[in-house]
């Protein structure tokens, strides 16, 4: 039985914060679940106070390794080190400063001062560049191998850094000028994307949830990788298309507004919790097109029926995750190697079931959050070498067809013709996907 913590007023900032940082470090939960509950047991923190505690934990889980290097020389718990360091990263000296009109006060010894100081000094010697970007060695040697030292250096420092946030407009419902239009009444700064106009990045941390363009339903957050990876599909009006791992359905939501509303868009997944999420988003799509349905598996019945009659199936397929690294830094420590072999043979099965819904000359887009080869690039190899009647088709040449035309300095295409989103090119998630046909 986990004890009971104590209410926020009796303890000082930064006893919360060395609590929060152990719960979160433990690893046994997500880290965004972790501080929901942690938010919950402590509802007398404001909103500034609650973005502290966010801020400094996600600093801590994305740099963990180097936080524990600059750690070794210090005294006290590593938890608090751990605080005082991402407090410095996050909000400056500034940040370790009493605010006597908060009622705060952090409480740094003189010795922790010295400390600190002294690891400015540190901050500067030459280091195992894993350990300096806070990546596990494994993934670090797999970047390495797949980029070169300089590039996987990139990637690792463009993985720590915070992601933006994207929104897809809702074709179906607005133009893009319009939702521009709104968000700019709203006093919220908007970037449009020339070459994705269904796209917009979004500037500062406005209240999106209170904003016209959000609660008409005009905009979803998806990140601008998800939406190229959503676009592969190449939807038309009037066709089939099953969404196969559908999950919250960001993707799903995607597809249906390219159907403009027609035809019939099936929703799968295991899961009716996350199929759940995507019922509210569906409402206030506004679309009517979208049938989400529970599946026990890959082979359950309903999957059977639907054998050679999809004109398109995506299968954004579960796997380690490992692309989304700057929404979720604390995944590079709950993920390790062994586990990416289990996690292969689940892919392999579900890119096998999903091709059996592909009629003839339909589409089959195999994508994952993913930039590990195993999961990616040799799932299809294997695919393609078992299933002859399936064959590559260019990703940037289904893109062009909807003029969409990714920059050249994102370097989106394999050789094979796969579409490959790497954060330090694209200022994206890392996302791959294999566009396949069926003869």
């Not at 400063?97 to 705060?104: G, M, N, Q, S, T």
Request: glycine share 6%; charged share 25%.
């Amino acid at each position: 039985m986990s004890r009971r913590q104590k209410p926020a007023k009796s303890l000082t900032r930064f006893d919360l914060l060395e609590r929060l940082i152990a719960e979160v470090l433990q690893l046994s939960a997500p880290a965004d679940s972790v501080i929901s509950a942690f938010f919950r047991a402590n509802k007398n923190l404001g909103m500034r106070d609650r973005a502290f505690y966010a801020e400094t934990v996600w600093a801590v889980l994305r740099n963990r390794s180097w936080y524990t290097h600059l750690s070794a020389a210090g005294s006290g718990s590593m938890n608090r080190r751990f605080a005082l360091l991402a407090v410095l990263d996050c909000f400056g000296p500034a940040g370790l400063a009493p605010d006597p009109a908060r009622k705060i006060f952090p409480q740094v010894s003189d010795q922790e001062q010295a400390w600190l100081a002294h690891v400015e000094s540190v901050r500067q010697t030459q280091i195992d560049p894993a350990v300096r970007e806070s990546t596990p060695p494994w993934l670090y040697q797999e970047w390495v191998a797949g980029l070169g030292p300089a590039e996987a250096l990139a990637c690792a420092r463009a993985m720590n850094q915070t992601a933006p946030l994207d929104l897809r407009i809702n074709t179906h419902l607005v133009k893009p000028a319009e939702v521009i239009d709104e968000f700019l009444s709203d006093q919220v700064s908007v970037t449009r994307f020339d070459f994705f106009p269904d796209a917009l990045r979004i500037e500062g941390k406005p209240a999106l949830h209170k904003t016209k363009p959000f609660l008409r339903g005009w905009v979803e957050v998806q990140d601008l990788g998800s939406q190229c990876l959503a676009k592969l599909v190449h939807a038309k009006r009037g066709q089939f298309i099953v969404d196969f791992c559908a999950g919250a359905g960001g993707k799903t939501l995607a597809i249906g507004a390219a159907l403009k509303n027609t035809g019939r868009l099936y929703a799968l997944d295991v899961s009716a919790t996350r199929l759940a999420r995507l019922k509210p988003r569906l409402a206030r799509s506004g679309l009517s097109n979208v049938w989400p349905s529970a599946i026990t598996g890959p082979t359950d019945d309903r999957v059977k029926r639907l054998h050679g009659k999809a004109d398109a199936v995506l299968v954004d397929a579960p796997c380690s995750g490992l692309g989304t690294l700057r929404r979720n830094p604390d995944l590079k420590w709950r993920m390790t190697a062994d586990r990416i072999g289990p996690l292969n043979e689940q892919q392999s099965e579900i890119l096998l079931q999903a091709s059996r819904l592909v009629k003839s000359g339909g589409l089959l887009v195999y994508g994952t959050c993913s930039p590990l080869p195993q999961e990616n690039e040799l799932i299809v190899e294997r695919f393609l070498s078992e299933q002859p009647g399936f064959r590559r088709v260019s990703a940037q040449e289904i893109l062009s067809a909807q003029r969409i035309d990714l920059p050249a300095d994102w370097q989106a295409f394999t050789s094979a013709g796969d579409l490959m989103l790497w954060p330090h090119r694209t200022q994206t998630d890392g996302f791959y996907a294999a566009v396949l046909t069926r003869d």
